[in-house]
């Protein structure tokens, strides 16, 4: 027997097994979130633990070290030492005094302790004794309840140059525009309530990182993005210099979006779009500074794919974005389509491979099965949906 303050069960997740407190359920058996547990652990959180093996795995030819300033119970770090052949040892830090003491159990269970190095502090103050190159680590995980705006800019200071960070989010209501005024002051952006709100929240996530990235001299390279039931992430390569620092600007920019005449529009970050919709006059929302290009590397996810065969729900996720044409930015809703044009609903597959044989880019999105990226404009949608 443990010896532990509260109520703990034993739980098993890949090759990983561990102890954690015991959540109140619901009728239907699922845990209620676990945010006032005594430690944290969320097995709805599952495919953002795997993902980050397989991006992980992938990303790095040689054996590294990573680092978690938000462990938890640690379930995360020692996940990709069992799981991930290339990463050698793991720093696990967290304020909390008992996800500290579970960290250490779950360590020493998994035979991993030797690999281990725990620490009980601000996360931040973590990631700043990280600074000097010597002790920067390859990989920086960030995983916070809420915004991980606190942390990021700490997180690329304990990062090596050609490393890696991983980032999430699980303030989705402020992301997604439900309060704007919250993304505006945590974000410092602005943003728009639409069907593609959680593109736009992956976009305003990135667009915080590319702008911290470039202040500090980096750049970032996406690798790959996802939205999953409450949250988002972010992983992005992190590359050194005033070249890369610059090319960010060109990457950020604003989007607009006229819902009475489904004009999306995105424009660079010296030209913001109009209140104004040039198309129809009428006011639109206007969202941003926010990531204007790809949010994930159609390549690296092919390799990611390949090595996704352990993980069911990942496996599926990097089908799609295999797929996924996210330089587009924002997305329609065959649903909303279809009311715009008083038509029944189409496939959205169907509509894809429709405007891809008329030389548009188009494809479906992970975010919504009912979403459409597209470039093609809303008149040519009209015209090429009424007609067939
Ligand atoms: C979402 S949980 C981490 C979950 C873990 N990464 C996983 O995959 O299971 C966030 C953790 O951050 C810790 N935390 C909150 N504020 C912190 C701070 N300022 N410094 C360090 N840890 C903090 C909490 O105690 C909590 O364990
Ligand atoms: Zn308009």
């Known amino acids: ?31 209620i979130a676990p945010t006032k547990a005594p430690v944290f652990y969320n097995p709805f959180s599952k495919l953002s633990r795997d993902m980050t093996i397989i991006t992980v795995s992938t990303y790095f030819n040689t054996p590294i070290t990573i680092a ?31 996800a500290y003491k579970v960290m250490n159990i779950n360590a020493e269970f998994n035979g991993v302790a030797d690999r281990v190095e725990t620490s009980r502090m601000d996360g931040n103050i973590f990631l700043a004794q990280h600074n000097l190159p010597e002790k920067r ?47 505006q002051r945590k974000y410092d952006a ?49 590359e050194r210099g005033k070249s890369r620092a610059r090319a960010m600007i060109g990457r950020l920019g604003w989007v607009g979006y006229c819902r009475p005449c489904m004009y999306i529009e995105s424009s660079p970050l010296d030209e913001p779009p109009t209140r104004r919709c040039p198309r129809c006059g009428q006011r639109r929302g206007l969202a941003g500074p ?13 390799q990611a794919a390949e090595r996704s065969s352990d993980y069911k729900e990942a496996k599926k996720l990097l089908s799609k974005l295999a797929e996924e044409d996210t330089g587009i930015v924002g997305f329609y809703s065959a649903s909303a389509l279809a009311r715009w044009l008083r038509i029944s609903p189409k496939s959205p597959r169907k509509i894809a491979e429709l405007l891809r044989s008329s030389g548009y880019r188009a494809s479906l999105t992970h975010i919504d099965p009912s979403g459409l990226r597209t470039d093609a404009s809303p008149e040519v949608l009209k015209d090429l949906l009424t007609a067939a």
């Open 1 to 31: 027997m443990l010896e532990l303050e509260f109520p703990y069960k034993w739980y098993e997740e890949g090759k990983a097994r561990f102890v954690a407190p015991i959540f109140p359920e619901t009728k239907a058996g699922e845990p």
């Open 68 to 98: 978690e300033p938000l462990a938890g119970s640690g379930v995360r770090g020692i996940r990709l030492l069992l799981e991930a052949d290339n990463v050698k040892a793991a720093y696990l830090n967290d304020i909390n005094k008992y």
């Open 137 to 183: 680590f390859a990989y920086v995980d960030v995983d916070p309840v809420g915004p991980p705006v606190r942390f990021v800019e700490n997180a690329f200071r304990a990062c090596k140059p050609g490393g890696m960070l991983g980032v999430s989010a699980t303030d989705l209501a402020a992301l997604v525009g439900t309060f704007p005024r919250a993304c």
């Open 190 to 238: 602005t943003t728009l309530h639409s069907e593609f709100s959680k593109d736009l929240a992956i976009r305003v996530l990135f667009g915080f990182l590319a702008r911290t990235a470039m202040r500090l001299g980096l750049g970032v390279r996406p690798l790959i993005s996802f939205y999953h039931r409450h949250f988002i992430r972010v992983f992005v390569a992190v």
């Open 290 to 302: 926010l990531w204007r290009e790809a949010t994930s590397d159609a390549e690296f996810v092919r």
